[in-house]
């Protein structure tokens, strides 16, 4: 099993900044992605950005150049610093990743998509006043 606890949320004006974190714990799997969804009211919950294992990371183009992904193993934590935040950032983040015990063979996936996640965090707001 893998707890992930999701903190750094919360107010800011458009154009400020916050950074996420996603602390994890309680497992010894093997980590082959984590990554960053939002959900805003009325919307299907989305990709925002995705780091596998090996340390290429991937971002939805509605972020791109404004937020970054990062990890700290020995923190055992996930990261997203995001910056020049719009109204339209504001959304319930969450934290999630693909563990596995062992070796996990899959066909190609797109990190942004949330199908094999199977571990996620309680998710924290993220509201960006105009």
């Known amino acids: 099993q893998v707890q992930l606890v999701e903190s750094g949320g919360g107010s800011v004006q458009a154009g400020g900044s916050l950074t996420l974190s996603c602390e994890t714990s309680?497992?010894?799997?093997?980590?082959?992605?984590m990554a960053w969804f939002r959900q805003a009211p009325g919307k299907e919950r989305e990709g925002v950005a995705a780091?596998?294992?090996?340390?290429?990371?991937t971002y939805a183009d509605s972020v791109k150049g404004r937020f970054t992904i990062s990890k700290d193993k020995t923190k055992n934590t996930l990261y997203l610093q995001m910056r020049t935040l719009k109204p339209e950032d504001t959304a319930i983040y969450y934290c999630?990743?693909?563990?596995?015990?062992?070796?996990?063979?899959?066909?190609?996936?797109?990190?942004?998509?949330?199908?094999?996640?199977?571990?996620w965090g309680q998710g924290t707001q993220v509201t960006v006043s105009s």
């Open positions: 780091i596998l294992i090996e340390g290429s990371k």
């Open positions: 309680g497992s010894a799997l093997t980590m082959y992605s």
């Open positions: 999630a990743v693909i563990a596995h015990d062992g070796a996990w063979f899959t066909p190609y996936y797109n990190p942004l998509q949330s199908q094999k996640y199977n571990y």
